[in-house]
């Protein structure tokens, strides 16, 4: 039924995954914490099936598996009757007027597959938007939660900003930078998503009950945990992975020396994105912590346009189109940078575009041989040229408005 | 009399040009405007004393010269009388209690012979300190004439940190950041260069004349311009590749996207030396000269330590020894970087080198030989390695307290 809901809101057949798996990867989100780097690694070596029948004592339990930490999570299987659980858990996200979206569903977002084990299981959406499609073209917007007038001023003025050039807006609906950055991008009247580290019905911080709303209905809220969890102090470090992951880069407007925001800006740099900072007065506290990031990997932005040039693909320029997406557009944030390090005369070996990329040479390789089976790029011994496809594409996006 | 007086000063015997070579210079400092590189070629052409007698009318035009340009300058030297007011500007440099500094003098600054052509004819230098060693170990401090407070602030608050950590603080006296990184620096009893585009007993702007003074006395105040001379646009212009050539690298504290400042910086790049800026408020018009130039070239830099890590060597990143100068401290900037970039153990080529010392392959050559020369490394086909007595003085540094 949901399902049928779905597919009539998108218009179109949708490639989803079963009805069982999804239920299973539900029932593995009342059980595992975010980004558990070990379940990720049973997942694949086992099927999310046999993992939770095994945790609903059903099966035995995987090989493989360390038998003190299958216990442990067991024992919250048991208390919450996992399977009913699950049950409860779909029924409340489709009454919100959400979903539970998973790996190899259309509307996942595979840019979080370069999290490797610490893949989220599945991402509870609200909101109905497509949140892949929002995902490809976004940029996160961090930062302190005590921030000062000069932090909200700039961090709304980069949401509104980010918002006019089509750009999603990703935060973290936490006072302060965040929230100003949220608003910035609904008072444009662009697109804006909220990561939560608690379930999406669970508006915290409390005072952000009505922005978490307004997200909800004209954006997205997105969370990992199941409806009606509730955050703890690792949730909110694990939920910064899934904001530096979902998006090409991040800016962090005023944050102090030891703070999330800068957790979330060295993951995005880890992940191969563009990390940011919006500088501020030596002599604030709050932007000491961007001013370290600018002096090693992040670069410095002033305003929504530097970070778009930054960010975007060549097209990005010039002024945006706002056209219809294509195929170009659909391609992971690597993979967009390898295939335009790719000359438009010509060509280069992977060695050139991984440095050109500002790639490692072993990524390159594989986003080439990616790049290759979508038509995008030909191979001719170690030289990697655009097709000719493509390069009439790259040729009129150069060319743009 | 005035290089017996000089020698009694340095208590030493120094390596002087000629009396004659120095009136020549002397007379060319009054006809020629600062920067002027055809005439640097002529010079390379021909001598200066041919070049000024036929000035004077004694001698034939040297051959390879513009006759046009020469005719413009001869005018000018009528008009002086270029020997006679060459002797006078001498006396009255002498009886501001300072002198004339030429090339080939133990006093030059040898990195401003990077300015190649464009290197200054000589410099008139008042206060008692040695313009070279002074120079050896010095930092610019530039940034916008109508800075703010918190410019003002920041610029007196590094030029005094530079000055408690051993840098000699070089700028140019003018209103603003200039004046507040010279005040800062004589606060800290340390020791500070004023580089003016003017004679260096024509204070400019007049507001400063006790600050000039106050220079004078403890530091240094230094003109390509002779006695008496005043400041015009061009020579404001001409005088900040000075800056940027005489120190290890150059700092802008606050400046509108078009100003001078961020023309030293760019100076500061081009020479090879480092270009830093120092943030603030992205809502100021006088940080988004520095802000743009931190998306470029630029590194960010908050503090004085930060400054002094990044332009010094080894030794700065521990508590900084002010014990006496080294053999390598008299090296130019690019050399040491050169020298710091040789393994401690095992050797590296040209180009590796090149790479690590951050200069480029034909300038790293260059370096290489001279340390050769001076017997800080030693080749041993395409590979350099560090000469024997050098790897002890290296690892005598790195271990430093």
Not at 125 to 137: D, K
Request: hydrophobic share 40%; net charge neutral; glycine share 12%.
């Amino acid at each position: 039924m949901r399902t049928a809901r779905r597919r009539a809101r998108e218009g179109q057949n949708m490639r989803e995954v079963g009805e069982e798996e999804r239920k299973v990867r539900a029932a593995l989100t009342r059980v595992v914490e975010p980004g558990d780097e070990t379940v990720g690694r049973w997942l694949r070596q086992t099927t999310p099936e046999h993992l939770v029948q095994a945790l609903a004592g059903e099966r035995d339990m995987p090989t493989g598996v360390s038998k003190e930490k299958f216990e442990g999570l067991r024992l919250r299987a048991t208390r919450v009757d996992l399977w009913n659980k699950a049950a409860e858990d779909l029924a409340a996200i489709a009454d919100l007027g959400g979903r539970f979206v998973c790996p190899g569903d259309d509307e996942w977002p595979r840019q979080l597959d370069d999290l490797a084990d610490g893949r989220p299981i599945g991402l509870w959406v609200r909101g109905s938007a497509n949140l892949r499609m929002w995902a490809l073209r976004s940029v996160a917007v961090v930062g302190a939660r005590a921030c000062t007038e000069y932090g909200a001023h700039m961090a709304a003025t980069l949401g509104a900003g980010l918002a006019d050039r089509g750009w999603t807006v990703v935060s973290g609906a936490a006072y302060g930078v965040d929230g100003a950055a949220h608003r910035g991008a609904l008072a444009a009247e662009g697109a804006t998503v909220a990561v939560l580290a608690s379930g999406v019905d669970f508006a915290y911080p409390r005072g952000h009950t009505d922005l978490i709303q307004r997200l909800a209905e004209q954006g997205l809220v997105v969370a990992e945990l199941p409806p009606g969890d509730h955050p703890t102090r690792s949730r909110f470090i694990l939920r910064n992975r899934v904001i530096a992951a979902l998006t090409r880069g991040t800016v962090v407007v005023e944050a102090e020396v030891r703070s999330g925001s800068l957790v979330t800006a060295r993951r995005a740099t880890e992940l191969g994105r563009f990390t940011m900072g919006m500088p501020g007065p030596v002599t604030s506290g709050l932007s000491a912590g961007v001013h370290q990031l600018l002096r090693g990997e992040a670069v410095v932005v002033t305003n929504a346009a530097e970070v778009s040039e930054l960010v975007g693909s060549i097209g990005d320029l010039a002024p945006v189109q706002r056209g219809p997406v294509s195929a170009r557009d659909l391609l992971d944030p690597v993979a967009s940078r390898v295939l335009e390090a790719v000359p438009a005369r010509g060509g280069a070996d992977a060695r050139r575009l991984a440095r050109d990329a500002g790639t490692a040479e072993e990524v390159t390789q594989g986003k080439l041989f990616e790049l290759q089976s979508l038509g995008f790029v030909q191979r001719c011994g170690d030289v990697w040229e655009l097709a000719r496809r493509s390069a009439a594409v790259a040729g009129s996006r150069r060319g743009g408005p």
